[in-house]
């Protein structure tokens, strides 16, 4: 038998992925970016086994077998095997394949379980392989927004013009190190599984939001102006981008109909308290970002994070207003 083990973490994006104009290459309507997360947060960690006495392809998913493995992860399989290396590799076109992957956070929630785990997938298939080269496009076979978290630092998923999605591929903004203070916050106000996937969400806004299509033609621009401000480490410019492409897409899921919302009351109040803070301080000092669900990232330099952590302690006390968790994290290197 042969086994490679990974860890992948996940990636929090500042400018929102949702809609798909492929739907089998996950090709998407716009452009994204995000920050991935360092490997000691919020991460899943994958073991893939090959051997010549499997019957078929297998997958436990935090210890508990999946009834059938599914077409996304067969499209990764076989892009994989394509493109398997010959130099010491595993016959790799024959033999049935095992995933065992775990998270150590709520899967569904929110909080980009699936990049982290297509990301890891990916990569450890890569290394069992030896597949060399561009891995980026494989992971977004399973999860589109997995393959920003196939590298460390401020990612960009580029959506690419190719039909064959073979320019659709993740790509550093700046080296891993660029912005050592900048810190990620996430506040857990639900770890329950969210009603509308994102997938199946992303479909029906595709469908019938016109402010969707309005996005499409906002994104280059606000990605244009955010890799500036990464690159200049502007953080005021950085964070209201930030948080205005937050707020649209949440916007854009009211806009769906039926409509889709992901923010809670306890949401909503994250939001006020950001506000209030950047006002009372006269400076954009943190900048809230919200996914398919209510868990709140909070994006902030290092110099504001005991302030910061010591507030939201005591205006979000877990007891009272629901807070699960808060994690603190950094996006950074991916070893
Ligand atoms: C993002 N999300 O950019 C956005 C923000 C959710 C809100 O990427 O269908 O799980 O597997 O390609 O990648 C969630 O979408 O969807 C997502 P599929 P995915 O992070």
Redesign the pocket.
């Known amino acids: 038998m042969k086994t490679v083990t990974c860890t992948a973490p996940v ?3 500042v ?4 809609g ?1 104009k492929d739907e089998d290459l ?1 090709l998407p309507t716009n452009s ?1 970016l ?1 920050a991935t997360l360092g490997q000691d947060e919020l991460r899943a960690k994958t073991t893939v086994a090959v051997d010549s006495s499997f019957k078929e392809d297998k997958m436990w998913l935090n210890g508990k077998e999946e009834g059938v493995v599914s077409k ?1 992860i067969q499209n990764v399989f076989r892009e994989t095997r394509k493109r398997k290396g010959n130099q010491d590799s595993v016959d790799g076109l024959n033999q049935k394949i095992h995933i065992c992957s775990e998270n150590n956070f709520p899967t569904a929630a ?1 909080l ?1 379980s ?2 982290a785990g297509y990301a890891c997938l990916v990569y450890s298939l890569s290394k069992l392989f030896n597949v060399q080269g561009e891995i980026s496009d494989i992971a977004r076979l ?5 393959c920003r978290s196939i590298y460390g630092g401020f990612v960009e998923w580029q959506m690419g013009s190719l039909s064959d999605g073979s320019d659709s591929i993740a790509k550093q903004v700046t080296h891993d190190h660029h912005w050592p203070e900048m810190c990620i916050l996430v506040l857990v106000v639900s770890d329950q599984k969210k009603h509308t996937g ?2 199946q969400g ?1 479909q029906i806004s595709v469908q019938n939001s016109t402010l969707l299509q309005k996005r499409i033609e906002i994104v280059p621009n606000r990605i244009k102006n955010i890799t500036k401000a990464i690159i200049d480490k502007d953080f005021v410019t950085f964070a209201e981008i930030t948080m205005k492409d937050s707020n649209q ?1 949440h916007a854009i899921c009211l806009d769906t109909y039926p409509p889709i919302s992901y923010l809670t009351d306890v949401s909503r109040q994250i939001i006020s308290f950001v506000h209030q803070f950047n006002d009372h301080c006269q400076q954009t000092k943190v900048a809230y970002t919200f ?2 669900g209510p868990n709140a990232c909070l994006y902030l330099l290092e110099e504001d994070l005991p302030r910061v952590v010591s507030l939201v302690n005591h205006y979000f006390p877990p007891q009272n207003n629901g807070l699960t968790l808060t994690i603190q994290g950094r996006p950074v290197t991916l070893q």
């Not at 400018?15 to 949702?18: E, Q, T």
């Not at 399973?142 to 997995?146: D, I, N, Q, R, V």
């Open positions: 990636n929090i994006a400018i929102k992925y949702w798909k996950i994204s995000s996304r929110g980009a699936s990049a399973g999860s589109g927004s997995a994102s997938t992303m897409f996914d398919a």
